[in-house]
């Protein structure tokens, strides 16, 4: 995935921001897509009409958004340095010595005003420090008619990836107004108005290929909408409008392996943005509601393993110690089927239905737990930042002691997953990274061409559970694996610990 904007050195873009010069229509406290404003284009003999005179109208509302950025890194210390190949290898004022240099650089993309005293909306991610050590130094918004204004952030929201600006303009603005993004169809005609590779306003149209497409981003709003029309970088923070000239979407990012358009683009939905940016607006503060766990979606794999409806449900693959769903009761394993009534599927996950939850109210979660349901009460937390979440990484260091363990006994055979196993002690998990309270059995080597190997297990990995029974030896392993195929199972569901913090379920065909 990809963010839709542009970030390189000021020197390249020294034009970049310049726009095709659009007169503003006379000043009115109307929006551009005021209802009758605009005459809906319908489509004719199988094709829409022109999208022109609707273009003419919306284009002044939207606008180029771009900061200007430090970026401060210690450059390599010149291995030459004092010797007579110094300045042939970066001793002079270029640097080189180890001392930190200071860059400029600028990113692009797209906005559009939605009052007509300047408020503008886009993407987080637009006016954000775009590197590590960057530090924005000021954003500046360009009109339609290529008047430049210097922009104050009002507020900002990282996990829905929206921010709104404020600039001070003589006068009125264009500008335009949210629509109704949950009457949006697949097949709708829409269209994308930004400012991709900086080349100034441009216009492309398609249609919608997906509703609440998630990207794999993890957060609780990945649900866009998906669509053909042409989304590039500088394209993001730009409108998406249907042919009534309604905001339906924010443009936000792409699919594509070189960052240009493949035709896979992706919109936040009006629905999601609009409240997000009232509040801003308002000064208030976004929060979401929290559980603490780590989901998975029930996939064909661990729905055979579990024995569970697939796409129904998500199965908890790991539990913060002390969260509100430690608290609650909430176990590894558990499979939530609803969230206050409403079903988990792929459109409606256990993440968006608890971040729409207001922190501290109850919740009532329907779990199946060993193959039977359950009711959980608990009280919803508050959603941590998302560069705090984000903090808690995987450590994939391989450190288990080769041959036998630290007992001496040797390591249990290859059993029917194609897996080597051993106990799990202390001193094995602080070599691997992982907390010396975990318990489990450690995989000391996998046979490749098994199902285990297929699925990215590896040497160092750590089994709590299979099917959601404790093991503590190769044998609880085997006992619990020939239970299941017993069963009538052709897959078991491993409970996997991976260094800090990483893991979760796996689900491994039984061999034989």
């Given at each position: 995935m990809r963010y839709a904007y542009a970030l390189t050195s000021a020197l390249l873009l020294g034009g970049a921001a310049a726009t095709v010069a659009i007169q503003h229509p006379a000043a009115a406290q109307v929006a551009q897509n005021e209802p009758g404003a605009i005459q809906a284009v319908a489509p004719k003999a199988?094709?829409?009409?022109?999208?022109?005179?609707?273009?003419?109208?919306?284009?002044?509302?939207?606008?180029?958004?771009?900061?200007?950025?430090?970026?401060?890194?210690?450059?390599?210390?010149?291995?030459?340095?004092?010797?007579?190949?110094?300045?042939?290898?970066?001793?002079?004022?270029?640097?080189?010595?180890?001392?930190?240099?200071?860059?400029?650089a600028q990113s692009l993309g797209s906005g559009f005003i939605i009052s007509p005293d300047g408020y503008i909306v886009t993407n987080n991610h637009v006016i954000a420090a775009g590197a590590k050590g960057a530090t924005v130094e000021s954003i500046t918004v360009t009109l339609a008619d290529r008047k430049e204004y210097k922009a104050r952030l009002v507020g900002r929201d990282q996990a829905s990836d929206l921010a709104l600006l404020k600039i001070d303009a003589p006068g009125t603005l264009p500008f335009v107004k949210f629509g109704d993004s949950t009457r949006s169809r697949v097949g709708d005609w829409v269209v994308a108005i930004g400012q991709p590779f900086g080349l100034g306003g441009t216009v492309t149209a398609g249609i919608i290929s997906a509703l609440h497409r998630q990207t794999g981003l993890g957060s609780p709003y990945d649900r866009f909408i998906q669509t053909d029309a042409a989304i590039n970088q500088g394209n993001s923070g730009g409108p998406m409008f249907n042919l009534n000239g309604d905001v339906i979407g924010i443009n936000s990012q792409i699919y594509s392996q070189s960052g240009?358009?493949?035709?896979?683009?992706?919109?936040?939905?009006?629905?999601?943005?609009?409240?997000?940016?009232?509040?801003?607006?308002?000064?208030?503060?976004?929060?979401?509601?929290?559980?603490?766990?780590?989901?998975?979606?029930?996939?064909?794999?661990?729905?055979?393993?579990?024995g569970v409806p697939v796409n129904q449900g998500e199965v908890i693959g790991r539990i913060e110690p002390g969260g509100p769903g430690a608290r609650a009761g909430l176990h590894q394993?558990?499979?939530?089927?609803?969230?206050?009534?409403?079903?988990?599927?792929?459109?409606?996950?256990?993440?968006?239905?608890?971040?729409?939850?207001?922190?501290?109210?109850?919740?009532?979660?329907?779990?199946?737990?060993?193959?039977?349901?359950?009711?959980?009460?608990?009280?919803?937390?508050?959603?941590?930042?998302?560069?705090?979440?984000?903090?808690?990484?995987?450590?994939?260091?391989?450190?288990?002691?080769?041959?036998?363990?630290?007992?001496?006994?040797?390591?249990?055979?290859?059993?029917?997953?194609?897996?080597?196993?051993?106990?799990?002690?202390?001193?094995?998990?602080?070599?691997?990274?992982?907390?010396?309270?975990?318990?489990?059995?450690?995989?000391?080597?996998?046979?490749?061409?098994?199902?285990?190997?297929?699925?990215?297990?590896?040497?160092?990995?750590?089994?709590?559970?299979?099917?959601?029974?404790?093991?503590?030896?190769?044998?609880?392993?085997?006992?619990?694996?020939?239970?299941?195929?017993?069963?009538?199972?052709?897959?078991?569901?491993?409970?996997?610990?991976?260094?800090?913090?990483?893991?979760?379920y796996i689900p491994v065909k039984i061999k034989g």
């Open positions: 199988g094709a829409p009409m022109s999208f022109a005179d609707m273009v003419a109208k919306l284009q002044p509302a939207v606008v180029n958004v771009s900061t200007a950025q430090k970026i401060t890194q210690t450059a390599q210390a010149n291995p030459f340095a004092g010797t007579p190949f110094g300045e042939l290898f970066g001793g002079g004022a270029g640097g080189g010595d180890g001392q930190p240099v200071t860059r400029e240009g358009n493949i035709g896979i683009g992706f919109a936040i939905p009006a629905e999601e943005a609009r409240p997000i940016i009232d509040k801003l607006r308002t000064g208030g503060k976004i929060a979401r509601g929290y559980l603490g766990v780590g989901i998975q979606p029930v996939t064909s794999d661990i729905s055979a393993a579990l394993g558990d499979v939530v089927t609803r969230v206050n009534g409403t079903l988990v599927t792929p459109d409606t996950t256990l993440a968006y239905q608890v971040a729409n939850i207001a922190p501290g109210a109850p919740v009532r979660l329907d779990v199946i737990r060993d193959g039977r349901p359950q009711t959980i009460n608990a009280t919803v937390g508050t959603r941590p930042p998302e560069d705090q979440l984000a903090a808690t990484t995987s450590d994939d260091d391989d450190g288990i002691p080769g041959g036998d363990n630290a007992q001496g006994q040797p390591a249990a055979a290859a059993n029917a997953l194609g897996l080597t196993v051993q106990p799990l002690t202390p001193a094995i998990a602080r070599s691997l990274g992982v907390d010396t309270t975990t318990q489990g059995v450690v995989i000391a080597a996998v046979d490749p061409q098994s199902d285990a190997g297929g699925k990215g297990l590896k040497r160092g990995d750590v089994i709590s559970a299979v099917n959601s029974a404790p093991v503590r030896t190769g044998a609880d392993v085997a006992r619990v694996v020939a239970g299941a195929k017993a069963a009538g199972r052709a897959e078991v569901l491993l409970l996997i610990t991976r260094g800090k913090g990483g893991g979760g």
